[in-house]
T-cell receptor, first 114, second 111 residues
Framework: DTGVSQDPRHKITKRGQNVTFRCDPI?????LYWYRQTLGQGPEFLTYFQNEAQLEKSRLLSDRFSAERPKGSFSTLEIQRTEQGDSAMYLC????????????FGPGTRLTVT | DAKTTQPNSMESNEEEPVHLPCNHSTISGTDYIHWYRQLPSQGPEYVIHGLTSNVNNRMASLAIAEDRKSSTLILHRATLRDAAVYYCILTRLQGAQKLVFGQGTRLTINP
């Protein structure tokens, strides 16, 4: 399978703990995006990488959130001191740089903060 | 980001065509019109995109109004697997091309 993969698929954590999610994009894709989706809502943009450079971050991304893409391949999204409001589906997508390229989404990581 | 307006829900019958409308009256000249869909418990899936001309691919057709202020996604022969939330999204050619999802249209297909 050469699609976008995310790990873990599900994560349950207690409030105050740190969590880290991983995304492996399609191998030739330069662009990588993180989105968050809460129940009944459409996904919301969090941040975007072109290769290893993080070029845009949403105002939704508080200081507790950090994302990296160290070698321009896989990416990690870390949430420190989780809060119940962080409970959501975290989606990763990748695309090519040229033109209005379609984004390919992974299956998401569902986070539940208790 | 320019805004799109879609009906909250639509219903159709299996094997019939479905026309999903989208209004985007504030679209700018460099905005592309994208459609994505999200099946239950899955990440969004690209359907089609266009700029000015109508577009066809194996999944659907996209009809764009001459003034570009509206568009219609056409599923030629709906199946039960087409039941999903369909999102109409505008993106600029330059920059991040991030997707700004609205509420979308929840499409129900009756057998």
């Amino acid at each position: 399978d050469t699609g976008v993969s995310q790990d873990p698929r599900h994560k349950i954590t207690k409030r105050g703990q740190n969590v880290t999610f991983r995304c492996d994009p399609i191998s030739e894709h330069n662009r990588l995006y993180w989105y968050r989706q809460t129940l009944g809502q459409g996904p919301e943009f969090l941040t975007y990488f072109q290769n290893e450079a993080q070029l845009e971050k949403s105002r939704l991304l508080s200081d507790r959130f950090s994302a990296e893409r160290p070698k321009g391949s896989f990416s990690t999204l870390e949430i420190q001191r989780t809060e119940q409001g962080d409970s959501a589906m975290y989606l990763c997508a990748s695309s090519l740089t040229l033109g209005p390229s379609e984004q390919y989404f992974g299956p998401g990581t569902r986070l539940t903060v208790t | 980001d320019a805004k799109t307006t879609q009906p909250n829900s639509m219903e159709s019958n299996e094997e019939e065509p479905v026309h999903l409308p989208c209004n985007h009256s504030t679209i700018s000249g460099t905005d592309y019109i994208h459609w994505y869909r999200q099946l239950p418990s899955q990440g969004p899936e690209y359907v089609i995109h266009g700029l000015t001309s109508n577009v066809n691919n194996r999944m659907a057709s996209l009809a764009i109004a001459e003034d570009r202020k509206s568009s219609t996604l056409i599923l030629h022969r709906a199946t039960l697997r087409d039941a999903a939330v369909y999102y109409c999204i505008l993106t600029r050619l330059q920059g991040a091309q991030k997707l700004v999802f609205g509420q979308g249209t929840r499409l129900t297909i009756n057998p």
